[in-house]
């Protein structure tokens, strides 16, 4: 089967980098890293695996950043993946075979993909404390059991990603997809539980002022979730581009600011706040009261220098994204006594009072008709269209881009490249 394969090779990034100055399509395909290839299909790795055949696999941002090589080298995530790996692992599909020990999946069920190679899937019993808590991003055990190191399925040579028209899963990383459940909503249920994960993490009182930094992918769900969960709260966003500003504003922020310049912005959230803006001898304003939470869905460190500024005294940053770090100015930061917050990934919440997988309460509030989330899905491509998919996914002004999938589903033909 076809399916597209990062190669970790100095010289393929050599390459890349040397062309991509003129085109960033030298990223993608032969001698670079990235290539459309000709793999064998999954095999079941236990008895308590799947074969699910991939309907939809949406291409994340920390996808766009392997492939387009925007990251660091020494980034210390690099010696918990191992390489070559097929990439993908927002994905939605249909059980193909399942091996004799599953319990809980049946070959036609509709699934999405809980991609953590935690405890479970490398056949590691006891689990360690954080699997045995639902905190699977958080196992002890990346490096261990029967398989070899990998997060998740997209960066574990011995799994095939969803970027693929086959991929094994085990039976624990599987979730049914409700009766009325689209493949189309179904497929965000990844990047939905990075963002419920976050807010839950700092939820916003009662009437609260919570700021949206970044209006992707990930930001876009955060507002649709502040909406539905939170109502009281006052949303505000800062987006990019016009059309991620209509997004934010069609799913429920209150006020998108899309400007680039630090200074404005904090002149505008003075404004709502009613604070008085503080200017220093030299740098940019800031203020001494602001906005009760912020979810910093870049990371980066223009977003960093931004929140420490317009937070209130004592504000909680959760943290999603993740960019290239560098300096910037935080003294802030202790002065008000902010929190910094990473967030990573997804796991089991307390929610409604309940205790249930982030993904499982995605799929509760989509048939509970609580959310709808499918107009996110911006572009559509077939596998062999992915050099477009991946230029597509990093230009998005050009595009209007919010999220793109590859679609595996047959008779698509006529819709897959979606809009443009």
């Known amino acids: 089967m076809k399916a597209i394969v990062f190669r970790y090779s100095l010289p393929r990034f050599a390459f890349a980098y040397l062309l991509g100055a003129f085109t960033p399509r030298a990223y993608l395909g032969a001698p670079g890293p990235v290539a459309l290839e000709e793999v064998p299909e999954p095999e079941l790795p236990g008895d308590d695996w799947a074969i699910v055949r991939t309907a939809l696999c949406g291409i994340c941002g920390s996808d766009l950043k392997e492939v387009f090589l925007e990251g660091n080298f020494d980034n210390p995530l690099t010696a918990l993946i191992s390489f070559p790996a097929v990439l993908g692992h927002e994905v939605a599909g249909t059980i193909e075979r399942v091996g004799p020990l599953v319990t809980n999946l049946q070959v036609g069920q509709r699934v999405v993909l809980n991609p953590w190679l935690s405890c479970g899937p490398r056949g590691i019993t006891p689990p360690c404390d954080a699997c045995s808590r639902g905190q699977y991003f958080s196992c002890r055990h990346f490096t261990d059991g029967l398989l070899p190191p990998g997060i998740h399925i997209g960066n574990c040579r011995a799994v095939t990603g969803g970027f693929a028209p086959l991929l094994a899963a085990h039976q624990s990383q599987l979730f049914s997809i409700p009766d009325g459940v689209g493949f189309d909503q179904a ?45 009281s709260a006052r949303i505000v966003a800062i987006a990019r581009y016009p059309h991620q500003e209509e997004f934010a504003r069609e799913l429920g922020a209150g006020l998108v600011i899309r400007t680039r310049d630090r200074a404005e912005i904090v002149e505008i959230i003075a404004g709502i706040v009613g604070a008085p803006i503080l200017r220093p001898r030299n740098g940019k ?136």
């Not at 994960?197 to 990930?218: E, N, Q, R």
């Not at 911006?378 to 209007?400: I, P």
């Open 187 to 231: 497929v965000l249920a990844d990047p939905f539980s990075v963002s419920l994960h976050a807010i839950l993490k700092s939820p916003p009182a009662d009437g609260a002022l919570a700021l949206v930094y970044g209006c992707g992918t990930l930001g876009l769900l955060s507002i649709a979730i502040l909406r539905a969960l939170f109502p």
């Open 285 to 420: 304003p800031w203020l001494l009261r602001g906005v009760d939470v912020i979810y910093d869905t870049i990371g980066s460190p223009e977003s960093f220098e931004i929140g420490v500024r317009v937070a209130q005294p004592r504000a909680t940053i959760v943290v999603t994204g993740v960019d290239q770090p560098a300096r910037f100015e935080w003294t802030p930061l202790y002065f008000k006594e902010i929190a910094l917050v990473g967030s990573n990934a997804f796991g089991v919440e307390n929610f409604e009072g309940e205790s249930m997988h982030a993904m499982e309460i995605y799929l509760r509030l989509l048939a509970q008709r609580r959310l709808d989330t499918a107009r996110l899905i911006t572009h559509r491509f077939r596998l062999e269209q992915y050099e477009d998919a991946f230029v597509v996914g990093r230009q998005k002004h050009s595009h209007r881009t919010v999220k793109v999938v590859f679609d595996f589903q047959k008779g698509e033909e006529g819709r897959v490249k979606g809009k443009g």
